[in-house]
C-alpha cells in the first residue's frame, strides 16, 4: 500500500468537546460566531469576508454550472473524507463540461452534537482540496437540524467554470465510430468507502482514487483533441455511464474487459462482496470519447498527468442498437452490460 | 385572511403509495427512472434533459453567485413550502447582490420512505416557483439517506445572476447617512411556520410572506437609485441582517420602532410564544439601504410592486459606535437591537 496514515473513525475524538449547537443555524450570534471562528477563517477568501448574501465574480465568457450533495458515510475514509469529494466531486463534473473550474459555493447542513472538531477537519479538507484544484470557495450556507435528523454532517457544492471546449461536450456530440478511452484503473473509491465503513479487513488499504481531473481535460482541449463527450465515473461505475451516454446519444458502445485496469486488492475486494468492478463508483476516473483520428494522441496526453497516467483506450462507439453497452470478455464472448440495479452501494458519495 | 386553502399536514397521503427507496439514490437503473419520471418531467428544461454532469449557460457580465440549503419542518405550511423557499431564497440572495437572477441549480437528499408524492408535489412547487421569478433550473442532483437519517427532505439550490448594479452593493458601501427602508411588514414567514409546526390555533392563519423580490430590486436599479446595500431579512430577522450590516460597515444604525410595520395577528402570535417580531424570519422581506437624496424616489418605486407595496423608510446610518443598532421605542426612548441569541425558531428555512 501507498499513501500516509490517516485515521478510519468518526466522529473523531474531539480537542475541546464542543458540539453543534441548534443555535448555530439560528441566523443569530451563535450562527455569525461559528461562521467567524470555523468556517471563513479555514476557507479564507475574500468573497466571504464580505458577509454578503451571495458572491460577485467573473467567468468571461459561457458558464458551466452544476451541483452534487455528499452524504457519504463514514464522513472520512482512506484517501479522503467528505470535504475532498465535495470539492473534487463537484471540480470534476465541471471539467466533464469541457470546462475550467472557477469557484465553488458551499452548503453545510449540520447535525446537532457533531464535534465541532469533525466540522473543523472537513472544512480544513476542502480548503486544502479547494487549492489542489485551483477554485475558490466563494460563498455559503450553514444549517443546523437537530440530533438524529441528519448524520453528522451532509455537503453540498455547486460549481461554476469558464467553458473552454470549442464545441459542445456530451452525449449528443457523440458520434458512431467514436473511441472510448478509461483515464485509469477502476473500484477503489467505493471499495475504500465499503472497507471502511463495514470495518472490512483486507490485507491491504485500498485508498480512494479521490482526485481532481480538471488538469489533463483541458490539456486535451488545449491541444485541440476532438473531445466529444466526457463523463465521470462516480456513482454506479463506468457501466452506468456507458448506459446513460449511450442511451442519450442513440448510439451502441462496446468495450474489452481486458483493456479496463482493476488493481488486484480492488479485484479480491469486489469479488469477495459479489461486486462487479464495472458498477463500483470512482471518484477521479472518467471516459474521454473522441474521434477516433485523435485516439493515440489523446492517450498520450493523458499518461502525461499523474491522475490519468493510467489512460488506456477500451472500446468504440457503433451505430446500434441505440442504447446498448456491450462488454468483450476474456475468452472472446460479449455480455450486455446495464446500468447498476438496486442499492448495492448505498451512500458511497 | 386571504390567499387560497391549503393541506397543512405533512408527510401528504400519497396516491400510489410510493416511496423513495434507498435504490433511487443509488446512480443505476432506479434512480435513472426517478430522475425521468420525477424530476426532469417537473422541471422542463433543455440543459436538464441533455443528461450530464452539468449545465452550460451564458451570464453575459459579472456573476452573482450563491447558495442555500432548506431544511424547513413542516415541508408544507401557509403560504409556501420547501419548494417555494428553495427556488425563491435563493433568488432573493442573488437580487441582494444587485443581480438579475438567471439559472438555479437544485440538490435534493431524500430519506428513505419518503412519499413520491410528497416530493412530487415539492418539485412542483420548485418547478411554478422558478417560472414565478423568471429563472431556469438547470441542474440538479439527488441522494437517498437510509430511513432515519434525513428528516423527509433536505433541498439545496445555488443561484447565478448577472449584476446588473452599476456600484458594488454590500456592507462595505454603506456610508453614514443612508437612508434605512423596510419593503415591507415583518414576521410572518416565521410565525406561520411556527403555528404550522406547533399546530398553534390562532384565530386567523398567518401565511408566510414567502416571494420572489428581485422586481422591486431591479426597478429600483434601473432607475438611478443609489443603492448601496440590500439585505433579505430571513433568519435572525431585521435584526440580526441590521446589526450584521452594521458590524461589517463599522457604523450604527438607527430605526423608529413604530414604522416598522407588524400584522396584528403576528404582533398577538409574537406575544404569544414570547417573540420579539425584529427577530422573527422573513422570506420576501428586505432591507434597502440607499443615498438620502433617493429615499422618497425609492419608497415610491418599492411601493409600485405588490411584493414590496408596503415599503417605508424606518431609519439612518450614523456614524458609530461601530456595530451598533439602535431603536426608537413608541416612548421615545432608544434601545439597543442585538442579533438573535439562542435557538427560538430552529429550522424555519
Given at each position: 500500500?501507498?499513501?500516509?496514515?490517516f485515521p478510519?473513525?468518526?466522529?473523531?475524538?474531539?480537542?475541546?468537546?464542543?458540539?453543534?449547537?441548534m443555535?448555530?443555524?439560528?441566523?443569530g450570534?451563535?450562527?455569525?460566531?461559528?461562521l467567524d471562528?470555523?468556517?471563513?477563517?479555514?476557507?479564507?477568501?475574500?468573497?466571504?469576508?464580505?458577509?454578503?448574501?451571495?458572491?460577485?465574480?467573473?467567468?468571461?465568457?459561457?458558464?458551466a454550472?452544476t451541483t452534487d450533495?455528499?452524504?457519504?458515510?463514514?464522513l472520512?475514509?482512506?484517501?479522503?473524507?467528505?470535504?475532498t469529494?465535495?470539492?473534487?466531486?463537484?471540480?470534476?463534473?465541471l471539467?466533464?463540461?469541457?470546462?475550467?473550474?472557477?469557484?465553488?459555493s458551499?452548503?453545510?447542513?449540520?447535525e446537532?452534537?457533531?464535534?465541532l472538531?469533525?466540522?473543523?477537519r472537513?472544512?480544513?479538507?476542502?480548503?486544502?482540496?479547494?487549492?489542489a484544484?485551483?477554485?475558490?470557495l466563494v460563498?455559503?450556507?450553514?444549517?443546523?437540524?437537530?440530533?438524529?435528523?441528519?448524520?453528522?454532517?451532509?455537503?453540498?457544492?455547486?460549481?461554476?467554470?469558464?467553458v473552454?471546449a470549442?464545441?459542445p461536450?456530451g452525449?449528443?456530440a457523440?458520434r458512431?465510430?467514436d473511441?472510448?478511452?478509461?483515464?485509469?484503473?477502476?473500484g477503489?473509491?467505493?471499495?475504500?468507502?465499503m472497507a471502511?465503513?463495514?470495518?472490512l479487513?483486507?490485507?491491504?488499504v485500498?485508498?480512494?482514487?479521490?482526485?481532481?481531473?480538471?488538469a489533463?481535460?483541458?490539456?486535451?482541449?488545449?491541444?485541440?483533441v476532438?473531445?466529444h463527450c466526457?463523463?465521470d465515473?462516480?456513482r454506479?461505475?463506468?457501466?452506468?455511464?456507458?448506459?446513460?451516454?449511450?442511451?442519450?446519444?442513440g448510439?451502441a458502445?462496446?468495450f474489452?474487459?481486458?483493456?479496463?485496469?482493476v488493481?488486484?486488492?480492488?479485484?479480491?475486494?469486489?469479488?469477495?462482496l459479489?461486486?462487479?468492478?464495472?458498477?463500483?463508483?470512482?471518484?477521479?476516473?472518467?471516459?474521454?470519447?473522441?474521434?477516433?483520428?485523435?485516439?493515440?494522441?489523446?492517450?498520450a496526453?493523458?499518461?502525461d498527468h499523474?491522475?490519468?497516467?493510467?489512460?488506456?483506450?477500451?472500446?468504440?462507439v457503433?451505430?446500434?442498437?441505440a442504447?446498448?453497452v456491450?462488454?468483450?470478455?476474456?475468452?472472446?464472448v460479449?455480455?450486455?452490460v446495464?446500468?447498476?440495479?438496486?442499492?448495492?452501494?448505498?451512500?458511497?458519495?
Amino acid at each position: 500500500m501507498s499513501g500516509p496514515e490517516f485515521p478510519m473513525s468518526c466522529p473523531l475524538p474531539t480537542g475541546d468537546g464542543e458540539t453543534v449547537q441548534m443555535a448555530h443555524g439560528g441566523g443569530g450570534r451563535a450562527m455569525a460566531r461559528l461562521l467567524d471562528t470555523v468556517i471563513r477563517p479555514a476557507f479564507d477568501d475574500a468573497e466571504l469576508d464580505r458577509r454578503h448574501d451571495g458572491a460577485v465574480v467573473e467567468v468571461g465568457g459561457p458558464a458551466a454550472f452544476t451541483t452534487d450533495s455528499y452524504v457519504v458515510r463514514p464522513l472520512f475514509f482512506p484517501g479522503g473524507d467528505i470535504g475532498t469529494l465535495a470539492v473534487y466531486g463537484t471540480v470534476n463534473d465541471l471539467a466533464m463540461c469541457g470546462a475550467r473550474p472557477l469557484y465553488l459555493s458551499v452548503g453545510l447542513i449540520l447535525e446537532e452534537g457533531l464535534p465541532l472538531d469533525t466540522l473543523r477537519r472537513a472544512v480544513a479538507s476542502m480548503r486544502d482540496a479547494a487549492r489542489a484544484a485551483g477554485v475558490r470557495l466563494v460563498t455559503g450556507d450553514t444549517k443546523v437540524v437537530d440530533r438524529g435528523k441528519a448524520d453528522g454532517l451532509f455537503v453540498n457544492t455547486a460549481g461554476i467554470g469558464r467553458v473552454v471546449a470549442p464545441a459542445p461536450v456530451g452525449p449528443a456530440a457523440v458520434r458512431s465510430g467514436d473511441a472510448v478511452i478509461l483515464s485509469g484503473d477502476i473500484g477503489r473509491h467505493g471499495m475504500a468507502v465499503m472497507a471502511a465503513r463495514e470495518n472490512l479487513g483486507f490485507e491491504t488499504v485500498i485508498e480512494s482514487d479521490c482526485a481532481p481531473v480538471a488538469a489533463p481535460v483541458l490539456t486535451l482541449l488545449e491541444a485541440g483533441v476532438a473531445v466529444h463527450c466526457l463523463r465521470d465515473l462516480t456513482r454506479g461505475g463506468l457501466a452506468s455511464a456507458a448506459v446513460e451516454i449511450a442511451e442519450t446519444a442513440g448510439l451502441a458502445l462496446a468495450f474489452d474487459e481486458a483493456a479496463v485496469p482493476v488493481r488486484d486488492d480492488v479485484a479480491a475486494a469486489c469479488e469477495l462482496l459479489g461486486l462487479d468492478p464495472l458498477h463500483v463508483a470512482n471518484e477521479g476516473r472518467f471516459l474521454a470519447i473522441v474521434d477516433p483520428a485523435d485516439v493515440d494522441r489523446a492517450v498520450a496526453i493523458l499518461r502525461d498527468h499523474p491522475v490519468s497516467a493510467g489512460a488506456v483506450a477500451i472500446g468504440e462507439v457503433r451505430d446500434g442498437p441505440a442504447g446498448r453497452v456491450t462488454c468483450r470478455g476474456p475468452l472472446g464472448v460479449d455480455r450486455v452490460v446495464d446500468m447498476l440495479s438496486g442499492e448495492q452501494l448505498p451512500r458511497i458519495c
